[in-house]
């Protein structure tokens, strides 16, 4: 991924060694030397950001190459935004999958703007999951802001990935509230446009209508669990803050990758 920070912590990723990475601290996923873009955990199964626009998705498909010859079972989860469905290697890789039937999804999540830029001004199609039709590559449109309708959507996807059909693509129609930094007003927009969104389309207050609609959870359950999170973000932030920047020798370890056993040396 590109903006991969709540991808981390679905993965299962330590929420204190997350924050720590951000902050460049020792006791980061990555040793503090990943930040933002380049932290990872094979232990999750998460195989880092990438600061490069669109560079993940070749990554990826190679993730899923791997897998596919090492017969684990295991799909790829392969994500990238809007803007990045324009990059070139992003075709390269779609080609490739679909050649060789890869266990990989390619979810596309589109907020509707790539930096500034409206996806009616970059996109002459701009239903992003058809791209794969010239490649033969299935995919589906999905309400990026309804959970329920994400999670079903990646569980099929990922069934048709795994069960040697090769890759699948699923297009997120999400949307972005703030801007890309404290340089981007955002001024690419109207305000009313995003009151719109949160009002209407937010998806934690949609998942919290769900729960008590459906009487699966009550307000005082609710209350307790936003507690919590607010707890674990301010424990994160600590640990943080607390933990040591790393030592300057660290910059020439991890240089070179450690030699797998078995592997020829050249």
């Known amino acids: 991924a590109y903006r991969d920070h709540g991808h981390m912590l679905a993965c299962g990723m330590d929420p204190k060694a997350v924050m720590a990475e951000l902050t460049g601290r020792a006791t980061g996923s990555s040793g503090g030397k990943g ?28 993730l899923a190459l791997a897998n596919r010859n090492r017969g684990n079972g295991a799909v790829t989860f392969c994500y990238f935004g809007d ?72 569980a099929k996807a990922a069934e048709h990935a795994r069960s040697g059909k090769g890759p699948y693509i699923l297009e997120l129609k999400t949307y972005r509230y703030r801007g890309h930094s404290m340089s981007d007003p955002a001024k690419y927009r109207t305000r009313e446009e995003v009151d719109e969104v949160r009002k209407t389309r937010d998806p934690i207050d949609h998942l919290r209508e769900v729960l008590e609609r459906g009487k699966l959870a009550g307000e005082d359950q609710l209350k307790a669990l936003d507690a919590e999170v607010k707890t674990i973000v301010a424990e994160a932030v600590e640990f943080a803050r607390t933990s040591p920047e790393p030592d300057p020798a ?13 592997a020829p040396a050249n």
Request: hydrophobic residues 40%; aromatic residues 10%; proline residues 2%.
């Open 35 to 62: 930040g933002s873009m380049h932290m990872f955990s094979t232990e999750a199964g998460f195989y880092g950001g990438h600061g490069i626009v669109g560079a993940q998705v070749s990554l990826g498909t190679g």
């Open 83 to 154: 803007g990045a469905a324009n990059q070139g290697q992003v075709y390269e890789s779609f080609n490739m999958a679909e050649l060789w039937r890869l266990p990989v999804v390619y979810l596309i999540e589109n907020n509707q703007y790539a930096m500034g830029t409206s996806i009616e001004r970059a996109s002459s199609e701009t239903h992003l999951y058809k791209r794969g039709i010239s490649f033969q590559i299935p995919g589906e449109e999905v309400d990026g802001m309804d959970v329920q309708a994400v999670a079903a959507a990646a």
């Open 250 to 262: 660290a910059l020439y370890t991890d240089v070179y990758a450690v030699q797998a056993a078995g």
